[in-house]
């Protein structure tokens, strides 16, 4: 690796202020420079959800778990939340770092939490969609035990986390569903009846979230 994600990705990181910060380390009587803790989490945060969509990275947020666990009162969360501000990855650190609390419990400082939620949450209908999408595909093993095509999962996904305005979404998601790239549901044949009601009835369901919580807001 010579980065810590794909060099075209549409961040500002930059690699050469992690090697700075990179700690020695001995593997196999070898001397080696390792990330510090505070990289590795976004490291592997980013690998989770720009890399690959959540989609079967269970073992993902178990590795920020032990990391987390590992470090125990070492990790700067406040240098963490700087690089995030900076480097303008917070969606994609929060959400990994989200799910790493609900899930497996570990032990993420409810202030980093809540700073990263006020800063980079997704509206409440896309914010809902999303957390819904995974939860039941993070697990996923293979192909097979997805209900849908994990590349349609996976494009819902970076389509949420990625575009900025709803309207956007809203239209890349259409596309997505209407004029799927070639190729990419070649591994399962793609039902579009059954995918296109299962979006319809979230759409109601979490619809029918927002206009209470406006509701609610108005009143």
């Known amino acids: 690796h ?48 720009y890399c690959d969509q959540f989609v079967g990275r269970i073992k993902g947020l178990c590795d920020i778990l032990e ?10 969360w406040n240098q963490i939340t700087t690089e995030i501000h900076k480097y ?8 990994p770092l989200y799910f790493a609390k609900e899930l497996l419990d570990a032990d993420i400082p409810s202030h980093v939490l809540s700073e990263l939620e006020y800063c980079y949450r997704l509206r409440l209908v896309e914010d809902q969609l999303l957390k819904l999408i995974i939860r039941k595909n993070i697990f996923i093993r293979n192909e097979s035990s997805s209900i849908l095509p994990t590349w349609v999962i996976e494009s819902i996904c970076r389509e949420l986390l990625r575009t900025e305005k709803t309207c956007d979404k809203i239209r890349s998601l259409l596309r997505l569903i209407i004029f799927p790239a070639k190729g990419e549901n070649a591994s399962k044949p793609f039902d579009y009846h059954r995918f296109i009601t299962r979006l319809v009835r979230l759409f109601w369901k979490y619809g029918i979230i927002l206009f209470h919580h406006r509701d609610r807001r108005e009143h």
Request: no cysteine; glycine share 4%; aromatic share 10%.
């Open 2 to 49: 010579h980065n810590i994600i794909p060099p075209s990705n549409p961040f500002a990181v930059n690699i050469d202020e992690f090697w700075q910060r990179a700690q020695p380390a001995k593997i196999a009587n070898t001397d080696v420079l390792i990330l510090s803790p505070e990289d590795l989490i976004l490291h592997l945060s980013l690998h989770i959800s």
């Open 67 to 76: 990391v987390v666990r590992h470090y125990q009162g070492k990790i700067n």
């Open 88 to 95: 303008k990855i917070g969606k994609f650190v929060y959400y």
